[in-house]
């Protein structure tokens, strides 16, 4: 079984591989798809972009991008004892229903059914704060939003040290990370460097 200690050294190393502002400043510089996965496999993030290339369509990058973080919670799950790894497990069904906002609300509380103890009241009004801002913000000014909530998570993963739920916050600041290589991932594919709205949007 598993211990807190174990999933406290696992968490805070792979937390210390999350790429910080610097990183994502370089690969935003790094001008199109070819160029933007170039400077991504050579440093943390490429385990997010492996198998990805210049012709990767949105498809396949969605794909990717969903199975690495499909790997993490399969992965994060074994750093739990028995009594959390059905919760983290059970996140992956969280990601299946997303395009259906309708069927999440059920999934949710079946899952929150499932946690041996709730002690994630600071990190679901964390994201619930979020989510309200997101919102009502128009789409030109959400990444301001963005960086605040991922400060805001790592202030309270360096909190939840030692407690069960800082898993959920590090697989938080993991799905950020995804959403943020989501963002830049798609852009440049969806656009060559040449087009005006690449350059534009970038």
């Known amino acids: 079984?598993?211990?807190l200690g174990y999933l406290q050294a696992r968490v805070q190393a792979r937390f210390a591989q999350l790429p910080d502002e610097t990183l994502w400043r370089e690969l935003e510089g790094?001008?199109?798809?070819?160029?933007?996965?170039?400077a991504a496999k050579e440093g943390m993030l490429a385990p997010w972009v492996q198998g990805l290339s210049p012709r990767s369509d949105s498809d396949e990058i969605e794909a990717r991008l969903a199975k690495q973080l499909t790997s993490l919670i399969d992965e994060s799950a074994q750093w739990c004892d028995e009594a959390w790894r059905p919760s983290v497990l059970g996140l992956k069904e969280w990601l299946n229903r997303l395009e259906h906002p309708a069927q999440l609300s059920e999934v949710v509380i079946a899952w929150r059914e499932r946690l041996p103890a709730h002690d994630l009241e600071s990190l679901e009004k964390l994201l619930a704060d979020h989510r309200r801002r997101f919102?009502?913000?128009?789409?030109?000014?959400?990444?301001?939003?963005?960086?605040?909530?991922?400060?805001?998570?790592?202030?309270?993963?360096?909190?939840?040290?030692?407690?069960?739920?800082?898993?959920?916050?590090?697989l938080a600041l993991a799905g950020l990370t995804a959403e943020r290589l989501r963002?830049?991932?798609?852009?440049?594919?969806?656009?060559?460097?040449?087009?005006?709205?690449?350059?534009?949007?970038?």
Do not use: K, N
């Open 1 to 3: 079984m598993a211990g």
């Open 30 to 38: 790094a001008g199109d798809l070819a160029g933007y996965l170039r």
């Open 135 to 170: 919102m009502a913000t128009p789409p030109r000014q959400t990444r301001m939003l963005r960086h605040r909530l991922a400060e805001d998570l790592q202030q309270l993963f360096r909190r939840s040290i030692c407690r069960p739920s800082v898993v959920f916050v590090w």
């Open 183 to 202: 963002g830049d991932l798609l852009l440049r594919a969806l656009y060559s460097e040449g087009d005006a709205p690449f350059r534009e949007a970038a």
